[in-house]
């Protein structure tokens, strides 16, 4: 549904601060190690490498740099079904969702992928930065619901590195350790603070819930 909502966009030129931050940057053409650290010393680096990356493969044809957005939507949008799954079938809401938690969370992320307020987002190619914080934000609430429901220490590692990832491409993840607060005291804890407090604020440093 993604790509059929986005088929016409794959030869969209660039646009405004595109320019800047693509075509006008000389860091990203050439793959050196004084280029790579200038660019993790600098605001955004996820953003810059990945764009880097997109101008190493292709150039400037622009059909690269739209499928690189394109496929992170995809992977977000499948990330929005796990959640919403995951979410419903947690011990907080017993058996209500049983049967129907799978068409939900496909309603979700099938209005995640392809609502209109997405289309910027999407189609110009600079605001990947909403995409790929969105993609690890994500990724690390998935991460923070496996890490408590199983008590395997080597999902918080991995959560703490989507986090980082999620916080270097756009200043708005950094929202993400308050949200998992209420997520947790919501869905995990089931509304019993002293449980949110040890499970919330200690995620990463323990290897076992509770």
Not at 53 to 69: K, P, R
Not at 184 to 204: I, N, P, R, W
Request: proline share 4%; with cysteine.
């Amino acid at each position: 549904m993604v790509l059929i909502a986005y088929s016409n966009t794959f030869t969209a030129s660039f646009h405004f601060d595109d320019n800047p931050s693509i075509i006008e940057n000389s860091t990203i053409r050439h793959v050196t190690p004084e280029s790579i650290t200038s660019i993790l010393l600098g605001q955004r680096p996820v953003i810059y490498l990945s764009i880097m990356f997109n101008y190493w493969i292709g150039g400037l044809n622009v059909i690269g740099w739209h499928i690189f957005n394109i496929g992170v939507h995809i992977l977000s949008s499948i990330f929005v079904y796990l959640l919403v799954l995951w979410t419903l079938t947690l011990p907080a809401f017993g058996n209500d969702y049983a049967e129907k938690a799978r068409r939900m969370a496909l309603f979700c992320a099938l209005l995640f992928g392809v609502h209109p307020v997405q289309t910027e987002s999407v189609t110009y190619i600079i605001t990947r930065t909403e995409l790929l914080a969105t993609c690890f934000y994500l990724a690390s609430f998935l991460l923070f619901i496996k890490q408590a429901t199983t008590g395997k220490f080597r999902y918080a590692i991995a959560m703490l590195i989507t986090a980082t990832l999620s916080m270097g491409s756009k200043e708005w993840a950094v929202t993400l350790p308050a949200l998992l607060l209420v997520y947790d005291y919501l869905f995990l804890a089931e509304g019993k603070f002293k449980t949110v407090s040890l499970a919330g604020m200690s995620t990463c440093l323990r290897p076992f819930p509770g």
